[in-house]
């Protein structure tokens, strides 16, 4: 039988507050159970803040943030990769099998499942080295590779591909791409630059606080969208040119 998702996420009147500080909302938003949604902002926008609130690292000090399902169920159909990724003193296959061996599962079918995907991120020559030693895009790829062997219905990722060069950012994207059309639901902060992401994003979402979005008003193309946020407001842009802070992103095809 068909097994219930945890989708959709409803945020009603979420707030986050620290240090006497409004970092989120009040903020009222529906997360779909299909997409690819790219949250943007300058820095100290709440975009990670935001992340982890959804994610049930950070509490709500107001309003409520509510899965399809009960919560201690959806927690174990999601996962996070963070912007640094953190390497066990464990092997490479080690690493990536660690997840299904807390969840108890047998150590010779999560090894050979860990092999598995150390091929398709393409580490499979170095099943037994240790992982502490890679490079940077390595270890995010191994990172985003042990959260994906526990099949999660939705995958958080912060900034990902923030201090890797092209090559290995493109190999990221192509993970998750693949994740995606397998049926992940994918949520992801990233930088304010351009990436080949923003022609490959399924809706590209701004969190904006403390100032609007700068424009240029003469060069405004009719056949571009634009949207301008006042504070601590959260967009969802549908397909087309989004313009943040001056950038302007090309409508994909």
Known sequence: HMVASILPLTLKDATVRKGGKTII????????????????????????????????????????VTWQLPAAQARTRQAFVFQTPVMMRRTVVENIAYPLRVRGEAKNRTLAQAAKW????????ALEQNAEVLSGGEKQKLAVARALIVQPEVLFLDEPTANLDGKATREIEGILLAAQ??????????????TS?????????????????????????????YQETSSN????????????NGLQHRRSG
């Open 118 to 125: 150390a091929e398709i991120i393409g580490l499979g020559n």
């Open 181 to 194: 059309a397998d049926g992940v639901r994918i949520l992801m902060r990233a930088v304010l630059r351009v």
């Open 25 to 64: 909302g009040p903020m009222s938003e529906t997360i779909d159970p299909t997409g690819f949604t790219i949250f943007m902002g300058p820095n100290g926008s709440g975009k990670t803040t935001l992340l982890r609130l959804m994610h049930g690292l950070e509490h709500p000090r107001g309003g409520s």
């Open 197 to 225: 992401f923003f022609y490959i994003k399924d809706r590209c979402t701004s969190v904006q606080r403390r100032r609007h979005f700068s424009t240029h008003q003469k060069r405004r193309n009719p056949n571009h969208f």
């Open 233 to 244: 407001e959260i967009y969802f842009l549908p397909h087309g040119s989004c313009f943040f």
